[in-house]
């Protein structure tokens, strides 16, 4: 059975919730996120989960370069590593679920639902490192 996790405690559930917490200061929602691929690597093995976060989870204190940018929007690659269970179910274009993170003993679970498609990664770890975390400009036709 899923241990219950606070929405705002999920970072404490990766392996190194540091990067998260640097950027963010309290963990953003993956309430509404919009899966932008989903993919499987043979080593470890790995799913990475590429999301972007609602535009309200938008750091309040950005790192300097994303402020001078102008940036509006996070982008996260979440990575499930030691991959135990991978299940996906129908698939659309622009999927936007509310992310769900728990633990199962010392596994990890990774679900997120629509009505057309659904995803459930049960996995050794999770981590989103520096080079998973990304910003840039969305709307005025720019950004994703």
């Given at each position: 059975m899923p241990l219950r996790v606070l929405p705002s405690e999920w970072p404490e559930l990766l392996a190194d919730p540091r990067t998260i917490r640097a950027i963010f200061g309290e963990a953003p929602s993956l309430d509404q996120v919009e899966l932008h691929s989903i993919t499987l690597r043979r080593d470890g093995p790995t799913v990475a989960l590429n999301?972007?976060?609602?535009?309200?989870?938008?750091?309040?204190?950005?790192?300097?370069?994303?402020?001078?940018?102008?940036?509006?929007?996070?982008?996260?690659?979440?990575?499930?590593?030691?991959?135990?269970?991978?299940?996906?179910?129908?698939?659309?274009?622009?999927?936007?679920?509310?992310?769900?993170?728990?633990?199962?003993?010392?596994?990890r679970r990774v679900r997120g639902a629509t009505d057309e498609m659904m995803i459930n990664i049960t996995a050794d770890f999770l981590d989103v490192t520096n080079r998973g975390v990304s910003a840039y400009l969305h709307g005025n036709g720019c950004g994703r």
């Open positions: 999301v972007v976060l609602a535009e309200s989870e938008f750091p309040p204190f950005p790192p300097r370069k994303w402020r001078e940018a102008g940036f509006n929007r996070v982008a996260l690659e979440i990575l499930c590593i030691g991959v135990r269970a991978l299940e996906i179910r129908g698939l659309e274009t622009t999927p936007i679920f509310d992310l769900k993170i728990a633990a199962e003993g010392r596994l």
